[in-house]
């Protein structure tokens, strides 16, 4: 497998905790979003990706061996974009160690937690927004990081109040093994702490945050670790 990603790409970030929990080897490939007016926006990557977002994930297909009935075919290599679609497709390929619990309300909660930071937080406060509130609507660094915070606290004392007061809710997100929301709090986390937001009151997340920097998986994943950081 390749994963075409970017070392402080929230969602980069979150298939190489999901990569690394699962013990699967995998090529990094950098796409700089920034160098050259963003390596993302290459003719070459828009192929692989075209909405010209990071990660994308090649792979091979076999399940095109059962459908050809050919177990010398290697099968065909696929793109896969969308970090949480990516994440769902490692997890039915390759089930464990699982990244979702085995009840179903179980798995709706965790897949719940791992959307409010995917779908709530993390679009607000992504590169191109914000690159579009300095460039085109000119506001200054000092606006553009209220912003960031405000969108980032608001969504992050969300999910403390939430995990704060369910019972699922263990050494991580859900009980006392990683899962799907575990992989996408970190990078939040990272995110948030690089941006000066104060987390002091949100010490669920804060604790969760430091079991998972605990464990190799997750520090492997770290933006620091990764060939491609600066």
């Not at 929230?10 to 390596?39: F, M, P, Q, T, W």
Request: charged letters at 25%; proline letters at 5%; aromatic letters at 8%.
């Amino acid at each position: 497998m390749k994963l075409y990603g970017y070392f402080r790409s929230s969602a980069s970030y979150r298939v190489r905790i999901a990569l690394n929990l699962k013990g699967l080897d995998y090529e990094n490939v950098s796409i700089h979003l920034v160098k050259d007016g963003g390596e993302q926006f290459s003719e070459s990557f828009r192929a692989l990706n075209p909405d010209a977002l990071v990660p994308a994930l090649i792979d091979v297909d076999n399940e095109r061996n059962k459908e050809h009935n050919d177990e010398h075919d290697g099968g065909r290599e696929i793109a896969l974009s969308q970090s949480l679609a990516i994440i769902e497709y490692l997890e039915e390929k390759y089930p464990a160690p699982a990244l979702l619990p085995a009840k179903l309300v179980d798995r709706a909660h965790v897949r719940a937690l791992a959307l409010a930071i995917a779908c709530e937080i993390h679009p607000l406060n992504n590169l191109r927004v914000l690159k579009y509130l300095t460039r085109i609507l000119t506001v200054s660094d000092e606006q553009k990081n209220a912003w960031y915070q405000h969108w980032c606290m608001s969504g992050l004392a969300v999910l403390e109040q939430k995990l704060a007061t369910d019972k699922r809710t263990g050494d991580f997100c859900f009980a006392n093994t990683p899962t799907l929301a575990d992989c996408c709090l970190v990078p939040q986390i990272f995110n948030a702490q690089r941006f000066n937001c104060d987390l002091t009151a949100m010490p669920t997340l804060m604790r969760i945050n430091q079991n998972c920097l605990e464990m190799h998986a997750f520090i492997s994943a770290m933006p620091v670790n990764q060939p491609d950081a600066e």
